[in-house]
């Protein structure tokens, strides 16, 4: 079972904080993320992610 997201670890986009469960407004956060260390590399993983899904519709064209 997931756990819930107030008890994981959510990255702030507007700060660029690592923040723990529900502690600022829902369009300021990216996540959630099992480890303090897995939410700091946020930024990192969404740019992956995006490059992943450009390439996978670019291929579908």
Avoid: C, I
């Avoid at 819930?4 to 369009?27: H, M």
Wanted: hydrophobic share 35%; glycine share 6%; net charge negative.
């Amino acid at each position: 079972m997931t756990e819930r997201g107030d008890k994981q670890f959510w990255y702030n986009l507007k700060t660029g904080a690592v923040e723990f469960g529900y502690a600022s407004p829902s369009v300021d956060r990216v996540g959630p993320f099992p480890t303090h260390e897995a939410a700091e590399h946020a930024l990192e993983k969404l740019r992956a992610n995006s490059d992943k899904w450009a390439a996978e519709e670019a291929a579908e064209d």
